[in-house]
Antibody, heavy 116, light 108 residues
Framework: QVQLQESGPGLVKPSGTLSLTCAVSGVSISSGTWWSWVRQPPGKGLEWIGE???????NYNPSLKSRVTISADKSKNQFSLELTSVTAADTALYYCARENFGINVWGRGTVVTVSS | EIVLTQSPGTLSLSPGERATLSCRASQSVTNNYLAWYQQKAGQAPRLLIY???SRATGIPDRFSGSGSGTDFTLTISRLEPEDFAVYYCLQYGSRPLTFGGGTKVEIK
């Protein structure tokens, strides 16, 4: 079955860049769907960050668009998130996910804390 | 951007009772592409309903979704102990995808 696993540093300094990778197993990321990043600040709700499709097309949340880049590496069957100029407000649990009839598969999430 | 407003913020009910959760959109959701999720503490969200009314694989039939356009409802016909959780709606008909703020269903 489809599985997603996030990885990356759990601590990022303010003004730095948050970089996460999502390893996909059970399906090729070239399989014709969108792949997303979603985050959840501690004790708060879910926020969609953006997505990438098999062609490399991307869509981003306008509230983050100036700081976000999502890319994919088909050879490794993974996709990545970069968020620049981070502040404490970017502290959250970050999920990668697959979109199919909504978002139907989620990774377990990885906590990223922004702190000096 | 479509804003989703969920109500109530918290629902206090007893096991066996019926739960009715609302999700209202600021504009019509394209193709009624509205999904519902259940999230328990320390877990990723679980897809319950997609396309406003279709149950996802393995979801018990006590969960049902209804509505169209701007008004959507998730109904849990008889609450089981494992149903006490936070529920979110998501519209995926237009970009950016947007989530509602969530409804917490707690034990009364």
């Amino acid at each position: 079955q489809v599985q997603l696993q996030e990885s990356g540093p759990g601590l990022v300094k303010p003004s730095g860049t948050l970089s996460l990778t999502c390893a996909v197993s059970g399906v090729s990321i070239s399989s014709g769907t969108w792949w997303s990043w979603v985050r959840q600040p501690p004790g708060k709700g879910l926020e969609w960050i953006g997505e990438i499709d098999q062609s490399g097309r991307t869509n981003y949340n306008p509230s983050l668009k100036s700081r976000v880049t999502i890319s994919a590496d088909k050879s490794k069957n993974q996709f990545s998130l970069e968020l620049t100029s981070v502040t404490a407000a970017d502290t959250a649990l970050y999920y990668c996910a697959r979109e199919n009839f909504g978002i139907n598969v989620w990774g377990r999430g990885t906590v990223v804390t922004v702190s000096s | 951007e479509i804003v989703l407003t969920q109500s109530p913020g918290t629902l206090s009910l007893s096991p066996g009772e019926r739960a009715t959760l609302s999700c209202r959109a600021s504009q019509s959701v394209t193709n009624n592409y509205l999904a519902w999720y259940q999230q328990k503490a320390g877990q990723a969200p679980r897809l319950l309903i997609y396309g406003a009314s279709s149950r996802a694989t393995g979801i018990p039939d006590r969960f049902s979704g209804s509505g169209s356009g701007t008004d959507f409802t998730l109904t849990i016909s008889r609450l089981e102990p494992e149903d006490f959780a936070v529920y979110y709606c998501l519209q995926y008909g237009s970009r950016p995808l947007t989530f509602g703020g969530g409804t917490k269903v707690e034990i009364k």
